[in-house]
């Protein structure tokens, strides 16, 4: 029988809201982090830079920026250097960024440093920083700045229990680190995805299993551009996740962390001109779903994994 023990390290200020007492204990295994500047962690920045991590430990061999707000991933983006998947990501969505928790795959550098002082940003959580990127950082003595020297790579894989109280009992569950299996990787449509789709569907994918079920996440060029979560069905977020798309939807990408087992979410995407869907499968209705599909032209991968977070 595996047993929990926690030390104690100090109380939180409050916990998710002023009148909620918190405390931060220490656990077996923690990542190697310093804060250089602003004040103390609270308790919901703690749990956004955690979700913040996990997110970008998903994209640690490439460039890329997440953006996190009430533990759930803004916006997500990948690009060739950091101040360009920045760029994409602002165009994403620029509203989100304020008071945002937002972490970086690589060093921030002097231009990088300049453009994030010009957002309301309440954390940056990087790898490294330049020298004068981290002393123009500091000139807003509010931003809490997070270095965090524990490789991503390991970060993905650092702790394998997920531990919640209930009513019921204590609930211990396996971390999901399922990632995608060629073996369940399937195109199922007539219509084949290009190479440029197929990269854009593997990474809606991976960044649904961040967001809270019933996760939609939809993707044009590896950046995010409407995602929606914790509604009742896919269906609802799927409408809100597109209408929530800057410029145009046409030829994006959606994912799902769920199955599509109503028609009517291939009838939405075929509205707004998606491209291609990329979907658990295993509905009852599959054979219709992927019908419908190649009758509206629309490429499908299914992956034979779940990914719901609740």
Known sequence: MKSFVFEKIKDLKY????????????????IDKVLLNGGELTYNDILNSTVALEVISEFYDVAAICVVKHANPCVVALAGNLNFAFEKAVDSDPISFFNSVITFSREINLELAKKIKEMSIKIVIAPSFSADALMELKKDKDLKIIKINTPYKEIFSFYNEEIKITPFGVLIQEKDKKELSPDTFKVVTKKKPEQREVEDMIFAFKVAKHVKSSAIVVVKDLRTI???????????????????????PKDSIVASDGVFSSIDNIQIAAQNRVAGIIQPAGSAKDNDIIAAADKYGISMITTGIRHFKH
Request: proline content about 3%.
């Open 226 to 248: 409407g995602i929606c979560g914790g509604q009742m069905n896919n269906t609802a977020s799927l409408e809100f996740a597109l209408k929530k798309v800057c410029d145009s």
């Open 15 to 30: 916990g998710e809201n002023p009148h909620q007492k918190a405390e931060l204990y220490h656990y077996e295994r923690e």
